[in-house]
């Protein structure tokens, strides 16, 4: 059954678990942004800094030395946009999680769970989520929440968007209407300006407002099934 978001928010206790900055802005801004208005406690935990991203700004204003320290920048401005108040930046490699050493990854994602007691956790859906830091991601913070005893696990909410993804894993159970909060999303998705213009982001074309809505207006999120 699809829930509106006044029943998707309002816990004390929210904890985002995603491997890249612009991974937050475009996935979850609007809703953190409401649990925010509602008293909620923010952490992000960004496992990289998307140090090996192909984008450099239209026209570039980056470069591979220059890159990490720009995307820093961004996520740092982004999350202020949101008004997320923890930003946790925990050191892996891009383009490397699914090869780091996975009791490494895992410990430090359960080490966040214990430390903050989030009643939810965001992440991407583990296999469907495209990109293999996302699928990696995902895939750790099930792990550790799943090492949990079950009367200590967060609901986790994931994010999935590959092809065909509902065919495997059905439709979300959480459908954000996050409209009213559409200033704060696409301030954060700006904030990343070495990355936004990208063709497969949004391109440099000036969206109209009905547009932004269409495109950016809802937000969706599986609950996982642990067994």
């Not at 999303?185 to 300006?193: D, L, T, V």
């Not at 063709?199 to 099934?225: C, H, S, V």
Request: hydrophobic share 40%; charged share 20%; glycine share 6%.
């Amino acid at each position: 059954m699809r829930e509106e978001i006044r029943n998707s928010v309002g816990q004390n206790n929210i904890l985002v678990i995603l491997p890249h900055p612009d991974d937050e802005a475009f996935s979850v801004s609007g809703t953190l942004a409401k649990h925010i208005q509602d008293g909620a406690h923010v952490t992000y935990a960004c496992l990289t800094l998307g140090e090996m991203g192909r984008n450099m700004g239209i026209p570039p204003f980056a470069n591979r030395v220059t890159l990490p320290a720009i995307r820093k920048l961004e996520l740092e401005e982004s999350c202020q946009a949101i008004g997320i108040q923890d930003l946790r930046m925990l050191g892996f490699h891009d383009k490397m999680l699914e090869f780091e050493d996975q009791e490494q990854l895992d410990g430090q994602i359960k080490a966040l769970i214990q430390e903050l007691n989030p009643s939810i956790v965001y992440t991407f859906y583990p296999g469907y989520s495209v990109h293999p830091d996302h699928d990696a991601c995902g895939a750790s913070v099930i792990r550790a929440v799943g090492r949990l005893p079950q009367s200590e696990r967060p609901i986790v909410y994931c994010v999935a968007f590959s092809k065909n993804h509902q065919q495997a894993i059905g439709k979300p159970q959480i459908v954000n209407d996050i409209k009213p909060f559409l200033h704060q999303k696409m301030a954060s998705i700006q904030a990343h300006r070495s990355q936004f213009q990208a063709a497969e982001l949004m391109g440099n074309k000036t969206l109209q407002d009905a547009e932004i809505q269409e495109r950016f207006g809802t937000e969706r999120f599986w609950i996982y099934p642990f067994a």
